[in-house]
């Protein structure tokens, strides 16, 4: 009889792991923390599984705050590549990215690298909108807030299975 409950608990376990196995970044390029010998022509960003185009901003922002994005992310199977202006400064970079992964779920998150030598700045690409940066803050909440929820089902549950195991362990002897 304790057979069952423990196969049952153990299905309730694996359940919210399953469930929270959404796509992932794994590498990016230039790495986090890298330093780079003159700026580099694109950004790459590699997932676990294909991105969606809907929702995908990759901004790369230079030494003095501006952009050198260059036109927007392009998808390629697991990779996103965002294009950087030629002409960027040497300095530090910070890459800001959103996607959306191949089940719907938002991902989003930032990487810093840093450039040794390059040309002078000149014109910079688009700054992100006000409405895509907001997009991005606002899924990264839900995001923070749903990877709560699984796990704390999972315990309910499993407090439940217990409680009727031990209730009808108790009937019987």
Known sequence: MLAPAVAACALVLGLPSSALAHDGLVGTSPADGTT?????GVVELEFTGEPLPLGTLVAVTGPDGASVSS??????????????????PPGAYRVEWRSTSSDGHPLSGTFDFAVTAGADPAATGPEPSAEAVELAATATAADEGMSLVWPAAGAVVLVGLVAVVVTRLRRRG
């Not at 780079?36 to 580099?40: D, E, F, I, Y």
């Not at 036109?71 to 960027?88: E, F, H, K, N, R």
């Open 36 to 40: 780079v010998t003159g700026a580099p």
């Open 71 to 88: 036109g927007s992310a392009d998808i390629s199977g697991a990779t996103v590549t965002q294009a950087v202006a030629p002409d960027a």
